[in-house]
């Protein structure tokens, strides 16, 4: 649920965005690109949720994991598919994250 | 909903979260942390959803900004709330936006 990430720096990309009314293919594209992600290397963890808006946050070794999960041609194909069909707006922001903190309930 | 921030670098905070069944307070300090993160200087945008987990991220100017809004009297009053009651866990990621890009539906 929350990402098991490394100690910082690593890196981050928000994605967040804004559906349409079309659900065509969504959801079995949305899981395998999950799949595919965590497959990459490079690849720490995932967090997502969507209420108005959606939230995914993907975590990465580094800017060159990132780049070569942003070209893999399956992933290439959904964003093609996701500007088409899917997504009413979206912003991507690529992130170093510097520093992190956590609790835990004991 | 999608925040509007201004051309990168400008910084991020991720707050991603598990709840506690308890809900004692919880919606009306959550909406109060909100109106009052915006008014901070600094502070540029918000975007939020939570399913099973939640995930907030505030947009801010300067890691001094993030700095001043940690050390809020109100947000400390928050923070200690959300630890006795509301969350199981979570997790708080500072980070540098490096570079960002939209899509948007014309």
Chains 1, 2 share one sequence.
Not at 35 to 59: H, K, M
Not at 76 to 93: F, I, N, T
Request: with cysteine; aromatic share 12%; glycine share 6%.
């Amino acid at each position: 649920m929350i990402a098991t990430t490394p100690m910082a720096p690593y890196y981050a990309v928000i994605f967040t965005s804004v559906r349409t009314t079309i659900d065509e293919g969504y959801g079995d594209i949305a899981k395998e690109m999950i799949d595919l992600a965590a497959a990459q290397e490079g690849f720490l963890g995932v967090e997502s949720a969507r209420n108005e808006v959606g939230i995914t946050v993907s975590y990465w070794q580094s800017l060159d994991a990132i780049s070569n999960w942003k070209a893999n041609t399956r992933h290439l194909l959904a964003q093609k598919r996701g500007r088409d069909l899917w997504y009413e707006q979206y912003k991507v922001r690529i992130c170093k994250v510097e520093r992190d903190y956590d609790f835990n309930l004991s």
